[in-house]
């Protein structure tokens, strides 16, 4: 099921404060956000609406997800070692996101900012393609409320160990608050049944 979303019924994160309304810019490009479950069709209608917009007006894809669920499903590919290393790594990660628990290791912490980084760096390409005039179609759109899922900082959910996790855990935080401040003028929200949802591998991994 496709819900087109108004803007302002979007959750608090991704609204202007009205004391913040003047510090917004104004982009000249429209902005439209896929967001939804994993294999909801997120890409496959974000490629397809990219293609069909660019026959009449500047168009530009930016994914904005972290890539983090294809990786591990690429090292569970890995002979031998792979399915064993894959179940650690997401062991790890779900940790990261549980409330309650503690973040495992500074290198774990490490790789998890190293994601949103990445993110955020999509993102200033987005913002760039506005300012220039172009529309833009993302697959994926971050939110700062809700932390360790639904695309929100993956740092903020569990408690830090050390000092530099915890610099790690504001930092990134801070990282989704910019990114919260730029709202889409459309968000397409994918859904899925919860049939297709039980018998989809793509489920029991979503993060």
Same mark, same amino acid.
């Given at each position: ?21 003047? +510090?917004?810019? +104004? ?9 939804? *479950? ?8 974000? *490629? ?8 009449? !007006?500047?168009? &530009?894809?930016?994914?904005? @997800? =972290?890539? *983090?669920?294809?990786?591990?499903? +690429? ?19 779900? &940790? &990261? ?9 500074? =290198? ?7 994601? *949103? ?13 506005? +300012? ?15 932390? @360790?899922?639904?695309? @929100? ?24 608050? !910019? ?29």
């Amino acid at each position: 099921m496709t819900v087109l979303t108004d803007c302002s019924h979007h959750p608090a994160s991704l609204q202007a404060p009205a004391k913040n309304i003047l +510090r917004i810019p +104004r982009y000249r490009g429209k902005l439209i956000a896929f967001v939804g *479950s994993d294999g909801s069709g997120k890409t496959t209608l974000t *490629s397809h609406l990219s293609i069909e917009l660019a026959q009449d !007006r500047p168009t &530009t894809y930016v994914y904005l @997800g =972290l890539g *983090s669920g294809d990786l591990g499903r +690429r090292i569970g590919q890995l002979p031998v070692i792979g399915h064993m290393l894959e179940k650690k790594l997401s062991k790890k990660a779900k &940790t &990261t996101r549980t409330q309650g628990e503690k973040i495992p290791g500074s =290198l774990t912490a490490l790789v998890v900012y190293a994601f *949103s980084l990445k993110r955020y760096f999509n993102h200033l390409k987005m913002q760039n393609a506005l +300012r220039a005039g172009l529309t833009v179609v993302t697959d994926r759109y971050p939110q700062a409320e809700i932390a @360790g899922t639904c695309d @929100g900082p993956g740092l903020s959910a569990a408690q830090p160990g050390n000092f530099f996790v915890a610099w790690l855990r504001k930092s990134e935080a801070s990282l989704y608050q !910019r990114m919260a401040e730029h709202h889409p003028d459309l968000i397409i929200r994918l859904d899925v049944s919860p049939q297709v949802a039980e018998v989809d591998p793509v489920f029991q991994t979503e993060v």
